[in-house]
């Protein structure tokens, strides 16, 4: 299994970022995939779930609204569109899945926002 996230960078306070996770060594269509963000200091957090049919998404309280995740099956990818960016967004953001109860994570990219 292998997860690489991109997308990325610096961003201005209201600005957009939209992060890529491209997934292999699975069938990428029978698993939900989930991003999560660790800030400095804090937790690692979920802040967005997507399930295997893309029919059901759920999002951290702090984001909704804002952020909507979404997934192309045919291009084993899952994306994390992020809108009106606050600096408490800052974080590094994490591509995961569960395969059999085991978790997966990419390496993490990270996202600034800040003037």
């Known amino acids: 299994v292998r997860l690489v996230e991109s997308g990325g960078g610096l961003v201005q306070p209201g600005g957009s970022l939209r992060l890529s996770c491209a997934a292999s060594g699975f069938t990428f269509s029978s698993y939900g995939m989930n991003w999560y963000r660790q800030a400095p200091g804090k937790e690692r957090e979920l802040v967005a779930r997507i399930m295997s049919g893309a029919s059901s998404t759920n999002y951290a309280d702090s984001v909704k609204g804002r952020f909507t995740i979404s997934r192309d099956n045919a291009k084993n990818t899952v994306y994390l569109q992020m809108n009106s960016l606050k600096p408490e967004d800052t974080a590094v953001y994490y591509c995961?899945?569960?395969?059999?109860?085991?978790?997966?994570w990419g390496q993490g990219t990270q996202v600034t926002v800040s003037s």
């Open positions: 995961n899945t569960m395969i059999f109860s085991i978790g997966y």
